[in-house]
Every structure is written in C-alpha cells, then in structure tokens.
C-alpha cells in the first residue's frame, strides 16, 4: 500500500471540491491529493503576512499548474488589525526555529484557520462543493491549536448546523496525521510541484532557512531523502 492509498480519504464522484492553498507545501500536496477525484477551485487568503506577495504568486503558480479556474483570492485584513502574531505584526521578531520547543510560536496568527474556513464554506454553498480540503498538519507541525484533528471535527458539526438543510460539505485533512517526510513522498509521488511552493514566514525572495516553517520543511525534505528545489539563505546543521 503506498502512501497515497493510506490516507484515510473519503472521496466519490467527480464532484468540486474548495482547496485552500496558501501556496505553501502542505497545501501543494493538499492539491495534488484532491486533484486525483475532485474538481479544484482554489481559495487563497491575504491577511497581511509578511511574505502576501510571494503567497500570492505560489498560489497562482500552483492554480496555474493544474490548470484551475475557479479561484477566488480574499482579503481580510482585519486579523492584521487584531495582530498578535510574528506573521502580521512586524513589531514582533520572527523567531528561529527551535524544534525542542512544545509551546505555540509567535507566528501563530490567534484563530486564523476559523476565520478561513468560515468563508471557504460560504464559497462552497455557493459552488456546491462537497469538500473543503485544508492542508493542516498535527503531529508534525508548529503545534497551533486550530490545525488539530478534534477543531476540524466540531467545524464540521458547525457546518452542518449552520448551512442550508440540502448542503453536504465536509472539510477533508488528508495529511493531518502525517510526518513532513512523508508528506514530501506523497507529494513527490503525485508529481507536485514543490519549486512552485513558498514555505518561509520572513522572506519573499530568498527563503530565510531558521524560521518554523522553513526547517520544518527541510528537515522533511532531509528525512525523506528527496532534494528540496527552494533556495535558502541559511541551512539548519541537520542539512550535509
């Protein structure tokens, strides 16, 4: 069985499917995995991180790559205006990664993926999904709060109760309990993009190398022995 076959996903029928796609890894993979059943209509949210540019380029590339449509970009600056977080906040320092470290990050935006999803189900009673796939990840991850399994499951209680009696959306986390390694294999499996993706919380040029996000990613890159295609100013020491 390979990875992709052991994803635990409920897929049926040639039905439309809403993507988040960030633009990051997560989410490339995320495409690609729904790819394989769904039709994709891809959603992109700018809430004044600092890389919006080079996200917003990503997702275009990766929409671009598999020939998508139906995208819909939204902005929401308002999680900016609330601030709290290194992403949205540049009076607060990104800060290097540290892999030891079990509490939740200053890149933590409070409450992000609520908000995201709350407009993605708005999009999908309109386009009649059946699916809303996020590329969230719990076990391998930064440890934020609103990417674990049990926050999806009660989002998919609130849209049952919250939309029309005849929608049927479910939100779908195929990668949830994956490692980045494995991820990778996936993706790498399905023939994703990875050079279109942008993964860095800082830099919109060059990726920095030392925040979360970027050794997160590399340190599944080095794990899964395939070759990362994104440049980087620096390297963690665990990459020969």
């Known amino acids: ?18 993507i988040l796609v960030s633009g990051g890894m997560d989410s490339l993979v995320t495409a690609a995995i729904a790819a394989k059943q769904y039709k994709l209509a891809f959603l992109h949210i700018n809430y004044g991180q600092r890389t919006q540019n ?13 020939k998508v449509s139906e ?28 892999l030891e470290f079990n509490g939740i990050p200053t890149s933590y935006v409070p409450f ?32 934020y709060p609103d990417c674990r399994e049990v926050f999806y499951n009660a989002f998919n209680k ?20 994956k490692k980045k390694s494995e991820i990778i294999k996936i993706g790498a499996e399905l023939n994703a993009p990875f050079e279109l993706s942008w993964s860095c919380y800082q830099n919109e040029e060059i990726a920095c190398g030392e925040c979360d996000s970027c050794v997160l990613r590399l340190k599944g890159f080095n794990e899964s022995g395939i070759k990362d295609p994104i440049k980087y100013y620096t390297y963690p020491e665990f990459i020969q």
């Open 71 to 98: 995208r819909l970009t939204v902005d929401v600056d308002y999680l900016s205006k609330i601030g709290g977080s290194s992403l949205t906040d540049k009076s607060v320092k990104v800060t290097k990664a540290d």
């Open 158 to 177: 609130i849209i049952e109760l919250g939309t029309k009696p005849e929608t049927n959306i479910m939100i779908e986390t195929p990668i949830i309990h």
């Open 112 to 143: 992000r993926n609520a908000n995201i999803l709350a407009i993605a189900v708005s999009w999908s009673e309109v386009l009649k999904a059946e699916k809303i796939f996020i590329g969230a990840v719990e076990e391998d991850s930064s440890g």
């Open 54 to 66: 080079r996200e917003m380029k990503a997702f275009n590339d990766i929409a671009d790559h598999y």
């Open 1 to 18: 069985m390979t990875l992709i076959e052991n994803n635990n996903l409920h897929l049926s029928g040639n039905k439309t499917g809403v």
